[in-house]
């Protein structure tokens, strides 16, 4: 699976959007962008995922560039309740064997 | 609710002493998976389960068992065997009909005393 790169830390002001970015400058045509927080002491949260094309859900909005090596994802009203740590991962789809390499992740902080 | 559910959350064990982790989903999902993350460390693949009655080792098997009798159900068993067994254990299944992704339970505390 491809290497990603995120900042260490990001601040966000409640309420604000929040934009996270990912490098992934190595990925394959057939790999995925997916996007996964963790707040502590719990369990990976799942956000997002593409391959190409942008994508929306209820949480974010997932942007990828055309050439597919970076991408971002977009909390479009940050709350209290987002402070986590996000990690941005790269995988083909239809691999078997759920290997997930989180990396060292994006630890976002929202502020009152 | 639909959903991966893992306990206990927080568990205590003996030196010498195996130990039960339960999971359990109601997602219909044919995979399921265990792994463990270390303080400040990524995850780790400990075995993984596609079917039922089917399981492979992953990345970190020694120590560890797993059954798959149930489709809803995997447990995982620390052994005595294990050398460091304190850590944070995650369960996971797959959705095959939404892009394979993976999703996660709340996850089990370990502690060896």
């Known amino acids: 699976d491809a290497k990603t790169t995120q900042p260490p830390s990001m601040d966000c002001a409640e309420g604000r959007a929040a934009n996270l970015p990912c490098n992934h400058s190595t990925i394959s045509g057939n790999e995925y962008v997916y996007w996964y927080r963790q707040i502590h002491s719990q369990g990976p949260q799942y956000i997002i995922h593409g391959l190409k094309n942008n994508e929306t859900n209820e949480m974010a909005s997932l942007i990828i560039t055309e050439d597919r090596k970076s991408s971002t994802l977009i909390l479009p009203h940050a709350t209290l309740r987002d402070t986590a740590v996000y990690y941005c991962?790269?995988?083909?789809?239809?691999?078997?064997?759920?290997?997930?390499?989180f990396g060292a992740g994006t630890q976002v902080v929202v502020t009152p | 609710d639909g959903g991966i559910t893992q306990s206990p959350k927080y568990l205590f064990r003996k030196e010498g002493q195996n130990v039960t982790l339960s999971c359990e989903q109601n997602?219909?999902?044919?995979?399921m998976y265990w792994y463990r993350q270390d303080p400040g460390q990524g995850l780790r693949l400990i075995y993984y389960?596609?079917?039922?009655?089917?399981?492979q080792k992953g990345d970190i098997a020694e120590g560890y068992s797993v059954s798959r009798e149930k489709k809803e159900s995997f447990p995982l068993t620390v052994t005595s065997a294990q050398k460091n067994p304190t850590a944070f254990y995650l369960c996971?299944?797959?959705?095959?009909?939404?892009?394979?992704?993976?999703?996660f339970g709340e996850g089990s505390w370990l502690t060896v005393v």
């Open positions: 991962i790269v995988r083909v789809a239809h691999d078997s064997w759920g290997k997930l390499q």
């Open positions: 997602l219909n999902h044919d995979a």
């Open positions: 996971a299944s797959k959705d095959a009909n939404s892009g394979n992704t993976i999703y």
């Open positions: 389960s596609q079917i039922v009655n089917d399981f």
